[in-house]
């Protein structure tokens, strides 16, 4: 129903930054909770963080204080800027929205960190 597409993904050594990126399909999120998840090889894919459509945020243990949600209503785009990324941060990033019985999932980028 609602089609998600993340973009930003890349190498970056540790301690730089990254933004990703989620745009939706429709005017949904401003609407939605919109939610950032990660999953690394061999690993579960694990929350990273969700801001409501009230605009209010809230992260994992993991990332609290590196990573920020923000989102744009107007060009249904969600982001999550990422700093002082570390190794342990490499997996897939997803992007996701929740909206009444509906949830629904990008393709997800890449996101390495390296040493």
């Known amino acids: 129903q609602v089609r998600l597409v993340e973009s930003g993904g890349g190498l970056v050594q540790a301690g730089g930054s990254l933004r990703l990126s989620c745009t939706a399909s429709?005017?949904?999120?401003?609407?939605?909770?919109m939610g950032w998840y990660r999953q690394a090889p061999g690993k579960q894919r694990e929350l990273v963080g969700v801001?409501?459509?009230?605009?209010?945020?809230n992260y994992a243990n993991s990332v609290k204080g590196r990573f920020t949600i923000s989102k744009d209503n107007a060009k249904n785009t969600v982001y999550l800027q990422m700093n002082s990324l570390k190794p342990e941060d490499t997996a897939v990033y997803y992007c996701?929205?929740?909206?009444?019985?509906?949830?629904?999932w990008g393709q997800g980028t890449q996101v390495t960190v390296s040493s």
């Open positions: 996701n929205v929740r909206f009444l019985g509906f949830d629904g």
């Open positions: 429709e005017n949904i999120v401003s609407l939605s909770i």
């Open positions: 801001i409501t459509s009230g605009g209010g945020s």
